[in-house]
C-alpha cells in the first residue's frame, strides 16, 4: 500500500515540533483544511486543483519538494481506485498427431530391407589400422619448467591477495568517512523565518530574558544517510532537555526551541549529536528581565 501525501506531511511536521496552526496562519490555508489533508480525508475538501494547491503550499512550508508531494498524492489516489479485471484466455490444447497407416508399412519395409543387405554383405573386408592417437598425458614438463610455472602461479595468487586487501581496507575507510552527519551551519536566536524553500534563523543573540522569552536553537545537518540527531539543551552544565528529530540526506534543516522563565537563569548551552558524539555546541546566558537588554 502506498503511503499517503497526509501521513507523509504529518509525519514530517511532527519531526519538526511545528504545530498546525502556525503552518495554516503562515500559507492561509484553513487549518480544519489541513487536518484533512492530514487525516486523508479529501471528501471534506474542496476539488482535487485545490487539494494540489494546498499540498505545494505545505509541502514548502516543511521544506520539501511540492511536486513529489503531489505525485504522491496522484498515486495514492490511483491505489484506491478498484484493478481491473483480467480476462483469462482458455487456452486449447493442441490437436493430437495420427500416425498413418502408410508410415508404418514404410518402417517395417525399411527393416526388412536393411536386414537382407546386412545378411549378404561379404564378410571377409580388409582391415585398416588406425592411427593411435598421441595422449596429451604422457607430454611432461621438465622440473625446471614446472618449477618457474609454479612460481608464477604463486606471485600471481599473492598480488590478487594484496589487491583485494588493500581494496577492502580502502572501502572500509571510505565508507567510515561518508556515513557520519556533519553539521554546516548552527545558531541561536529569538525566531525562525522561510526564506523561499528554506528556514532561516533571525535574532541571532547570546543573551536571553527570562521573562518567557523563546530561544530557538537552528542547525542544518549534511546527513550522507537517513538517520537521527539530538538536540540537548544544558542548565549549568547539566542536561535539562533534550528532543530528537529525523534526517534526510543530502542536507536537512532541524530546529527547537525552549521558553525561559524567571527560574532559568543562569549559564547554558545548546548541542547537537549523533547518538553520543557531539557534532557542536554554542554557549549562550539567561539573565533576568531587569538587567541591562544590549544583547
Not at 498515486?75 to 480476462?87: G, M, R
Not at 618457474?148 to 572501502?171: D, H, M, P, W, Y
Request: some cysteine; hydrophobic content about 35%.
Amino acid at each position: 500500500m502506498i503511503e499517503s501525501p497526509g501521513k507523509f506531511l504529518k509525519k514530517e511536521r511532527e519531526s519538526r515540533n511545528i504545530p498546525l496552526d502556525e503552518i495554516s496562519k503562515f500559507t492561509k490555508i484553513k487549518e480544519q483544511y489541513l487536518r484533512s489533508i492530514e487525516e486523508d480525508r479529501y471528501e471534506f475538501l474542496p476539488p482535487a486543483l485545490y487539494v494540489k494547491g494546498y499540498l505545494n503550499a505545505y509541502a514548502r512550508y516543511l521544506a520539501l519538494d511540492p511536486k513529489a508531494v503531489v505525485i504522491q498524492y496522484q498515486n495514492y489516489l490511483k491505489s484506491l481506485a478498484p484493478p481491473e479485471p483480467i480476462e483469462l484466455q482458455q487456452q486449447t490444447p493442441p490437436p493430437k498427431k495420427s500416425v498413418r497407416p502408410w508410415f508404418l508399412f514404410s518402417l517395417i519395409f525399411a527393416v526388412i530391407l536393411l536386414t537382407k543387405l546386412f545378411i549378404t554383405y561379404p564378410v571377409h573386408q580388409p582391415i585398416e589400422e588406425k592411427p593411435k592417437p598421441i595422449l596429451l598425458s604422457s607430454v611432461s614438463f621438465s622440473p625446471a619448467i614446472q618449477q618457474e610455472v609454479e612460481a608464477e602461479r604463486i606471485f600471481s595468487a599473492q598480488q590478487n591477495e594484496g589487491s583485494e586487501l588493500e581494496k577492502s581496507e580502502v572501502e572500509d575507510v571510505s565508507v567510515q568517512s561518508i556515513t557520519d552527519p556533519k553539521v554546516l551551519e548552527a545558531g541561536i536566536g529569538t525566531g525562525i523565518e522561510r526564506e523561499g524553500s528554506q528556514q532561516v534563523l533571525t535574532g541571532k543573540c547570546s543573551n536571553f530574558f527570562s521573562n518567557n522569552q523563546r530561544g530557538y536553537f537552528f542547525t542544518r545537518i549534511k546527513a550522507p544517510r537517513e538517520g537521527k540527531i539530538a538536540h540537548i539543551w544544558l542548565w549549568e552544565g547539566k542536561e535539562y532537555h533534550r528532543i530528537e528529530m529525523d534526517i534526510k540526506p543530502p542536507a536537512w534543516s532541524v530546529y527547537s526551541y525552549f521558553t525561559f522563565r524567571p527560574q532559568h537563569t543562569g549559564n547554558w548551552k545548546a548541542e547537537v549529536r549523533d547518538g553520543d558524539h557531539v557534532l557542536n555546541s554554542l554557549n549562550f546566558r539567561v539573565i533576568p528581565s531587569s538587567e541591562d537588554r544590549s544583547l
